[in-house]
């Protein structure tokens, strides 16, 4: 059983469970950010040992983008999604029993397999029904929505923690797994047309996906565009204990609301930006919502380099750059699946992969060489959001 896609019900239906399968991430990063002391007390390894439980999240999360998204192609949205979505909650549950540290790294990297392989059909099944504008539109408001995942998660999360244990954020994600697996199966259709969907693909066939997708150069370099400022997102999320916790001192109830800064204005920007695609071209507004990340990266990196960092200056440049990506990712994935319809399945999984790959090599070089200060980070941020603005501005003399 599934719902219409002409009923009126449709549309909001859809919506919210693209945006909660889209949100399995958010939910398995944020809600789990402020545990990180404890995780690292509890199995009695250092912060930073702790910290690679997000980044290697970032590399599952990459993998499963980059076999669900031609598998998509091949065997429906739907599946692949199921599939995905069952895999999340498995690890979830298996998360609950382990004793080391190494056991969480393995089942992290499943979870995130697992998230990748769905999330990455979130917004196929969007270019599947829509095209143009709509999938701008679209994928704008199905990212304010799940940005209400980051504003809630951190609260969620230090509220399970304090009362029942860092366990209890891995119990929330298995629940949420299971009503998200029942809604996707029992309430939406599959996008895929029927006489599309060979159920078989070869390894090369598979390859042979990207390969289309990479021959288009300008969509290559507007895939780093995007990607580099993204993952500087991330980066700032496996560092934001550190940042607010342990440089600055700011208390685990307080946390959140630091945190939750950076969300409430990414969903004041994405919300102007659905009114923007009425009058303005997505790429349009790409590049200003580049060049206001770029201020924030110039002063994030000045803040940092300063003798004594102050909290709000850093804070505020933080909010700023995390802000901005309302004005970024939207109009970024729209442009490159509008100019790749034929492959809309594997051009959304490169996003991700670029998006999450970049950010566990950033990551990782992070943790092993963590100098006690924010310079790397600050310095990284900068790097990120100078890289897209250049890449942008390439992209456009391409097609011109």
């Excluded at 999938?135 to 199905?142: E, G, L, M, Q, Y």
């Excluded at 990207?210 to 021959?215: C, N």
């Excluded at 919300?271 to 990266?297: P, V, W």
């Excluded at 310079?375 to 250049?390: H, K, R």
Aim: charged fraction near 10%.
């Amino acid at each position: 059983m599934s719902l219409n896609r002409s009923g009126k019900f449709f549309i909001p239906v859809f919506t919210m469970v693209m945006a909660a399968m889209v949100a399995m991430s958010p939910f398995a990063i944020d809600t789990y950010i402020a545990a990180l002391p404890d995780i690292a007390e509890f199995f009695g390894v250092k912060l930073n040992v702790a910290e690679l439980t997000i980044t290697l999240y970032f590399l599952g999360f990459a993998f499963g983008n980059f076999f669900g998204g031609p598998l998509s192609d091949a065997f429906g949205r739907k599946t692949i999604a199921l599939t995905g979505i069952a895999l999340y909650g498995l690890a979830s549950l298996l998360i609950t029993t382990c004793t080391k540290i190494e056991y969480v790294l393995l089942l992290r990297v499943l979870q995130a397999f697992g998230g990748g392989f769905a999330t990455v059909t979130g917004n196929v099944f969007i270019r599947d029904w829509y095209s143009g504008k709509q999938v701008a539109r679209f994928v704008t408001i199905i990212s304010m929505i799940i940005m209400l995942a980051p504003l809630f998660a951190p609260v969620m999360g230090a509220a399970l923690i304090h009362w029942f244990g860092w366990v209890s954020i891995f119990w929330f994600l298995l629940a949420f797994a299971i009503l998200l697996f029942l809604s996707m199966w029992l309430l939406i259709p599959e996008s895929r047309a029927p006489e599309l969907i060979t159920r078989k693909i070869t390894g090369r066939q598979l390859l042979e996906k990207y390969r289309v997708f990479f021959s288009n150069k300008q969509s290559t370099i507007l895939l780093f565009a995007i990607s580099l400022p993204m993952s500087g997102l991330y980066v700032f999320i496996t560092a934001a204990s550190f940042i607010y916790i342990k440089y600055f001192g700011v208390s685990q109830m307080r946390f959140p609301l630091f945190f939750s800064a950076n969300i409430v204005l990414n969903i004041m920007l994405s919300f102007l930006n659905t009114i923007l695609l009425k009058k303005h071209d997505a790429e349009k507004i790409l590049r200003y919502g580049l060049l206001l990340q770029l201020i924030s990266g110039i002063t994030l990196a000045i803040s940092v380099l300063m003798p004594e960092p102050q909290l709000w200056s850093v804070f505020a440049s933080i909010v700023l750059y995390v802000g901005s990506l309302g004005l970024v990712f939207g109009n970024g994935t729209a442009t490159i699946l509008n100019h790749n319809p034929e492959v809309a399945g594997s051009a959304n999984a490169t996003i991700g992969i670029a998006r999450f790959a970049i950010s566990a090599l950033i990551g990782s070089i992070m943790a092993l060489f963590h100098t006690g200060d924010l310079i790397p980070f600050g310095l990284v941020l900068f790097f990120c959001t100078l890289s897209g603005n250049i890449l942008y501005n390439w992209a456009l003399r391409i097609k011109s």
